[in-house]
């Protein structure tokens, strides 16, 4: 067989973890060893929590949306009660936005709710 | 307003107002060509006060991004803009006044909540020391101290031991264990100023009176308040 050299192959696989660890504490940025573990572990963890990230959004949704209505007098729970049958399909993520930026359009969409209690 | 999701009217006596929501929740059809970012910046109300039971939006208008979870920005955590809220602690059950304290220091009462922000206000109670436990709690609910690393050191002290050594402790401690641990859970306790008697050195913050508030559960909604509450009636 030919000569073969393994030149920079392996450089440059280092150095792009590496670059992925740029931030990170003392010698997970440093040397590439324990850059390379800390990489593992931060690429799992990306995985898993894109995946919570969904999750936690719909739990602040519901949080606001909750805030928002029991300034009103209404529970969150009576609150998602009274929408389902009111037949209105606005979803957590709306209603909590429009909590917070249209104040009167929530009002509104509470008074199509309760009235129709 | 781009919307995800369309409101059916159901009935008929109110589809004007059926209209008026559906007309700020139009969906944008899919390739129209049309962008499915609103037009104009959005306004948002920075905090919502409740004086006196009415709801009150104040603070600066902004453009909020409809697709983006929202975070609280400067004004909402801005401590000079902090609401401070005093509560009367006379009669009140212990309990009950402690989770509404709580609520309001978190700031859970306002639909700007982070749980890693602190949105939430002031909060000062007066005459902590005429706070109310019910059953026999007054002379039965131990407080235990005990200092780590030194076995035998724990000390024992009922409710009313404590009420008289230390009054504001009791309330302090009720609202201490349904904040949440951790920094910001301290941060917010610093939030709490107690007091044994009804005087109190806020009175240049001008605290809005939340003591109607305590037991306010809208668990089951007295839906005439609600209508009265949302215009209605």
């Known amino acids: ?117 | 307003m781009a919307m995800a999701h369309r409101v059916v009217a159901r009935s008929k006596a109110s589809t004007h107002r059926h209209a008026a929501v559906a007309k700020s929740c139009v969906v944008r059809p899919k390739g129209t060509g049309v962008t499915t970012r609103p037009a104009r910046g959005l306004d948002f109300a920075c905090r919502a006060t409740v004086a006196g039971g009415e709801v009150k939006w104040v603070g600066n208008r902004r453009k909020l991004d409809l697709n983006r979870k929202y975070y609280p920005k400067k004004e909402d955590v801005d401590t000079q803009k902090k609401v401070w809220y005093i509560v009367d602690a006379e009669g009140k059950t212990l309990g009950r006044l402690a989770t509404m304290v709580s609520m309001y220091l978190r700031g859970k009462h306002l639909p700007t909540f982070s749980p890693s922000m602190d949105t939430g206000g002031y909060v000062v109670v007066i005459n902590a020391d005429k706070v109310a436990v019910s059953g026999k709690k007054e002379t039965d609910k131990m407080y235990y101290y005990h200092r780590v690393h030194r076995p035998g050191t724990m000390k024992t002290e009922t409710l009313s031991e404590l009420r008289q050594r230390v009054p504001e402790r009791i309330v302090e401690r009720a609202v201490k264990g349904m904040l949440p641990k951790g920094r910001l859970g301290n941060t917010l306790f610093t939030h709490l100023k107690v007091y044994a008697g009804p005087e109190h050195p806020h009175e240049a913050q001008k605290p809005v009176d939340i003591t109607s508030l305590i037991d306010k559960k809208p668990k089951e909604a007295d839906l005439a308040a609600v209508r009265a509450a949302v215009g209605l009636e």
């Open chain 1, 1 to 117: 067989m030919a000569r073969v050299k393994r030149g920079s192959v392996a450089r440059k696989r280092r150095r792009q973890v590496l670059k992925n660890t740029k931030g990170a504490r003392s010698a997970n940025s440093k040397l590439f060893r324990s850059a390379q573990q800390h990489n593992m572990k931060a690429l799992r963890y990306a995985y898993v929590d894109r995946r919570n990230k969904k999750r936690e959004a719909r739990r602040q949704w519901i949080i606001r949306c909750n805030s928002a209505t029991r300034l009103y007098g209404i529970g969150y729970s009576q609150f998602i009660h009274q929408l389902a049958k009111s037949q209105v399909r606005l979803n957590r993520k709306v209603l909590a936005q429009l909590a917070l930026s249209n104040p009167e359009d929530f009002k509104n969409i509470l008074q199509v709710v309760i009235e129709n209690e």
